[in-house]
């Protein structure tokens, strides 16, 4: 049995509530991070054209690199060369990895699920891998990260019931292999409810995994094509399941009006690639909802991407400037368009808190969306 939260420097304290939407605080071997909190994605040990002291100026805190892809590239062997994902990646904070749940998911048509774990082909080289909760979990512990996820099957509500029955039945047994297998009492090891949009399956899902027993818990199976009303009414479902005294993290939720509807929900942290690969596109959030800087109207605009952001290209360049950027394909179009996108999401949370303090979060989420409903 794992030691208690503080022996292992962890801490988990809620602060401040306005109705089930929540300020909180995570404490771990490498900072604090406070909640509700953006995590951005550094699937490969880095988040894409955002560097590690930028990511710091953003108001990052916390970030997540994937467990798959650096298993395949560069191998755990370089990683640990350098004592680890943090000094590899030169990220001095909290990191979370993710198991590969998700990745291995997203291989159908080259994977073969098994009831001891996965089988499936690189993505790199169609090299033949099995992942299993014990491999996952060593995996982890030779990456060094702060928050280590136990390995899932990830099911879509889209799936038969049957077939996201199964995925619940070896997401449990599997919860379970991770907790015995994991050793490290300097990682917070975070168990995955699966389930799909349906109730029963939830509810059987987060009691079974509530009963291995973790030191946070996620909300996992969502984002991944069920409707959004179907989505909320899930995450309602999991505020009044899982523990209060525990972290819960949304895994893949980036846009800013699911963000706050998922806080307005009980929920602390969540992470999308979806700021960075936006920015990719040449499309930026804004107070008038995306901006897909490839059209003509942005060719003389002079305003800032955002007039109330704060980042580094909302006061320094125009849209004008930063539309030519995408056009002539130059890096830095998608590294200020990163950083911009990172930034809103990041600066939504901070006001995001400030509202939950002062008893006043329905109202902050209810004039967000009206202005980007209204284009502004």
């Known amino acids: 049995m ?10 988990f304290e809620v602060e401040a509530r306005d109705g089930a939407a929540r300020v909180a605080r995570l404490t771990t071997p490498h900072g604090e991070v406070e909640t509700p909190c953006f995590m951005p994605v550094g699937t490969k040990a880095t988040v894409k054209a955002v560097a590690p002291r930028e990511l710091a100026e953003l108001g990052a805190r916390i970030v997540l690199a994937n467990t798959y892809h650096l298993y395949l590239r560069p191998g755990t062997a370089v990683v640990a060369a350098h004592g680890g994902l943090h000094g590899f990646m030169g990220w001095e904070g909290p990191i979370l ?8 998911f997203s291989l159908e048509g080259t994977r073969v699920v098994r009831d001891d774990g996965v089988e499936f082909a ?62 490290r009492d300097d990682q917070l090891l975070v ?5 799909g949009v349906d109730e029963g399956l939830r509810r059987r899902s987060a009691a079974e995994i509530m009963g291995v027993g973790f030191d946070a818990y996620a909300i996992g199976g969502l984002s991944v094509g069920e409707r959004g009303d179907e989505m909320l009414a899930t995450v309602t479902l999991m505020d009044a399941v899982l523990p ?50 490839r059209n003509a109207r942005f060719a003389a605009d002079l305003r800032p991407l955002d007039e109330a952001c704060d980042c ?41 808190r400030v509202a939950i303090r002062a008893g006043r979060f329905a109202d902050f989420a209810n004039h967000v969306a009206e202005r980007y409903s209204a284009g502004g």
């Open 97 to 104: 990895t993710d198991s590969g749940g998700f990745q291995v």
């Open 191 to 195: 168990g995955i409810v699966q389930g």
């Open 244 to 293: 209060a005294d525990r972290l819960r993290y949304f895994m893949g939720i980036g846009d800013p009006l699911g963000m706050l509807e998922v806080v307005r929900r009980g929920v602390d942290i969540f992470d999308c690639v979806l700021p960075t690969r936006l920015a990719r596109t040449g499309t930026a959030f804004s107070g008038e909802g995306r901006l897909n800087l």
């Open 312 to 352: 580094y290209a909302c006061r320094t360049f125009t849209r004008a400037y930063v539309r030519h950027l995408v056009l002539q394909k130059e890096m830095l179009g998608a590294q200020l368009l990163s950083q911009h996108n990172l930034r809103v999401l990041i600066r939504l949370t901070e006001h995001a």
């Open 2 to 11: 794992s030691a208690p939260l503080a022996a292992r420097g962890f801490a």
């Open 122 to 183: 690189s993505v790199y080289d169609g090299s033949r891998h099995l992942f299993t909760p014990e491999l996952a979990m060593r995996i982890q512990e030779d990456l060094g990260a702060d928050i280590v996820m136990a390995f899932d099957q990830c099911a879509p509500g889209t799936l038969a019931r049957l077939e996201i029955e199964a995925a619940v039945v070896r997401t449990s047994r599997w919860a379970a292999a991770c907790k015995a297998a994991h050793k």
